[in-house]
């Protein structure tokens, strides 16, 4: 089998024949060995009557999203590419051949691209314009600054992939967020990845609503990067906020006036220094969940678990609140103003005793490692 034709399917008796016919015609024309699957989410308007009548392979997808359709799409199918579109008709399947002759040269994905930027077009009102020029650009260009992703367009609907590549890869996403998952995981994989210029059509949907939502999509896909991006969202800030509250504090023991900055704006830099920790501390959690997830390369951080273990956090904290108490109880934290002793001490015990706890869950996270 060339090619199997994913189609998620959510009441869509309005375009789905003009979308079978498109593909019929376009199989008949490449003669291309084909197979067609609709991936049906609980479709109740004759949709399923449709595919019946065409002959066509259902899917019954009975956990509700876009990305539970598309993943139940390709576990049934069979061929060696996999195409993946919407049934509203706003894809254009006579782009077919074209995805087929561009995987063929030896890609394991290739991402359809409807953005400007990226050479494609948006039909006059196929698109909501606040997706067009806010949402998908803005959501596509995080993506390449984050994950690395050589994609224009992150949420297109159009793709091909090689299923013999992505069959060992598990996906965790069940909503729109799925289409951000699998070329993320595309990278993290090394799969070859290309993108094609599309043009996006108005949908022909005339009483059907759009499957879109835009604040829950938007979201969800905050919520994704959030929990699956450590290196920019967590630790380049936490090492800026760390680092010069702590040279500042240091300088103090040498500069005037950098002692007299200091007592006059300590729980300013602690506060900083508070908050750098704790985003260190949790872009270690989402490391180890986006690891788990296979959202990025497995092993990144092991030297450093592999050296900073439960046992040396405990000694080293230890040591550091016996050390900063005998300091403040003997007088001679001499850099620092009376009362901003008692604030220097106590900080500091506190931070190391986080610290104690945050490597306690941390060794549980990786108990099977």
């Known amino acids: 089998m060339n090619i199997s034709i994913v189609i998620p399917c959510l009441n869509e008796c309005e375009t789905l024949q003009i979308c079978l016919d498109k593909i019929k015609k376009k199989i008949d024309e490449t003669k291309l060995k084909a197979e067609i ?65 561009k995987i063929h040269t030896g890609f394991d994905i290739v991402q359809g691209c409807r953005l400007h930027s990226g050479g494609g077009k948006i039909e006059k009102n196929a698109m909501p314009i606040t997706h067009r020029l806010i949402g998908n650009p803005f959501f596509s260009y995080i993506s390449r600054l984050l994950f690395k992703l050589p994609f224009k367009d992150v949420y297109c609907g159009m793709k091909i992939i090689r299923r013999e590549f992505f069959k060992k890869i598990d996906f965790f996403s069940g909503g729109m967020v799925w289409c951000l998952e699998i070329l993320v995981k595309s990278k993290v994989n090394g799969a070859k990845c290309s993108e094609l210029p599309i043009t996006l059509h108005k949908d022909g949907r005339i009483k059907g609503k759009s499957h879109l939502r835009t604040i829950s999509d938007g979201l969800r896909t905050i919520k994704f990067i959030l929990t699956c991006s450590p290196k920019w969202v967590y630790f380049v800030p936490s090492i800026l906020l760390l680092f010069v509250p702590t040279l500042l504090i240091i300088n103090s023991l040498i500069d ?21 920790l704790q985003l260190l501390i949790l872009g270690l959690y989402v490391t180890l969940r986006a690891e788990t997830l296979g959202l990025t390369v497995s092993g990144k951080l092991n030297g450093f678990f592999n050296f900073f273990t439960l046992e040396k956090s405990l000694i080293i904290n230890f040591i550091i609140i016996i050390i900063i108490n005998y300091l403040y109880l003997n007088d001679l934290l001499f850099f620092l103003e009376d009362f901003n002793k008692s604030i220097f001490a106590a900080f500091l015990s506190l931070m190391s005793i986080n610290i104690i706890f945050s490597s306690f869950f941390v060794s549980l996270l990786r108990i099977n490692k």
């Open 37 to 101: 699957i609709i991936a049906d989410n609980g479709s109740s308007d004759g949709s399923l009557e449709i595919a019946k009548k065409n002959k066509i392979k259902i899917v019954n997808v009975s956990k509700k999203g876009y990305g539970f359709a598309i993943r139940a799409g390709i576990d049934a199918a069979v061929g060696e590419y996999i195409l993946i579109a919407d049934a509203d008709n706003s894809y254009d399947f006579n782009e077919l051949s074209n995805f087929y002759n």
């Open 256 to 276: 005037r006036n950098f002692y007299i900055f200091i007592n006059n704006n300590l729980i300013n830099l602690f506060t900083s220094i508070f908050i750098g």
